[in-house]
C-alpha cells in the first residue's frame, strides 16, 4: 500500500515563506513524475510545479520565480516545495501527486493560508 503524506502547511503573512514536504510510503520500486497541486474554494484543483525523475521542472506562470520544487537526491521519495514571497492568493488546500509503480497517487493535502 504506497501512500504519500504531507506536511509544512500553515498561517503565514504575505511576504513570508513556508516550506512543504510530501513523503511517499509503502511498496516502493518506481517513481517518475512527483507534482505539487492547489485547490481554493471555489476553484479548480490546478498544477503548481512538477518535477520529473531527472529533475526537469515545471511551473505555473502565477508561481514562477517564486515557489522552486525539489526532490530528494538520497531518498528519491520526498518531494518538497519551498514557497517564497508569498501572496494571499497562494491560499489554497496544497495537494502532492506522484506517479509510482506506474499508478497516481495523491496526499491527504495541506492548508495553506495567507493573510494580507
Known amino acids: 500500500q504506497v501512500r504519500l503524506v504531507e506536511s509544512g502547511g500553515g498561517l503565514v503573512q504575505a511576504g513570508g515563506s513556508l516550506r512543504l514536504s510530501c513523503v511517499s510510503f509503502?511498496?516502493?520500486?518506481?517513481?517518475?513524475?512527483m507534482d505539487w497541486y492547489r485547490q481554493a474554494p471555489g476553484k479548480q484543483r490546478e498544477l503548481v510545479a512538477s518535477i520529473t525523475s531527472g529533475g526537469s521542472t515545471n511551473y505555473t506562470d502565477s508561481v514562477k520565480g517564486r515557489f522552486t520544487i525539489s526532490r530528494d537526491n538520497a531518498a528519491k521519495n520526498t518531494v518538497y516545495l519551498q514557497m517564497n514571497s508569498l501572496k494571499p492568493e497562494d491560499t489554497a488546500v496544497y495537494y502532492c501527486n506522484a506517479n509510482i509503480n506506474l499508478n497516481t497517487y495523491w496526499g491527504q493535502g495541506t492548508q495553506v493560508t495567507v493573510s494580507s
Open positions: 509503502g511498496s516502493i520500486f518506481s517513481i517518475n513524475a
